[in-house]
Nanobody
Framework: QVQLVESGGGLVQAGGSLRLSCIVSGIDFSIYDMGWYRQAPGKQRELVAVVTTENSPDSVKGRFTASRDNAKKTVWLQMNSLKAEDTGVYYC????????????????WGQGTQVTVSS
């Protein structure tokens, strides 16, 4: 079973930066595109960044960039120029394209990591 362990969240001032990590196990990590999602309070989970199997980023949110190391089975999310509306719990998951949109692959999610941006 896939295991997704996110870390690196915390409290940061608006305008600051943060780098999140996600360690993946239980799957052949290298064959999956990976995505980062955010769930803000009272809102649905939304995709914020994707990185392909070849470590090519596809930034859904322009200030966020995902990267990966297949040998370490780790994916990162670099977040810059953070805003209060970036507050939420951040999750990673494998993704694939369906009808020109990314969807998550695994129904099992990690515990996420909380990011709080103070204004």
């Amino acid at each position: 079973q896939v295991q997704l362990v996110e870390s690196g969240g915390g409290l940061v001032q608006a305008g600051g930066s943060l780098r999140l990590s996600c360690i993946v196990s239980g799957i052949d990590f290298s064959i999956y595109d990976m995505g980062w999602y955010r769930q803000a309070p009272g809102k649905q989970r939304e995709l914020v960044a994707v990185v392909t199997t070849e470590n090519s980023p596809d930034s859904v949110k322009g200030r966020f960039t995902a990267s990966r190391d297949n040998a370490k089975k780790t994916v990162w999310l670099q977040m810059n120029s953070l805003k209060a509306e970036d507050t939420g719990v951040y999750y990673c998951n494998a993704v694939r394209v369906v009808a020109y949109s990314y969807i998550h692959i695994f129904d099992h999610w990690g515990q996420g990591t909380q990011v709080t941006v103070s204004s």
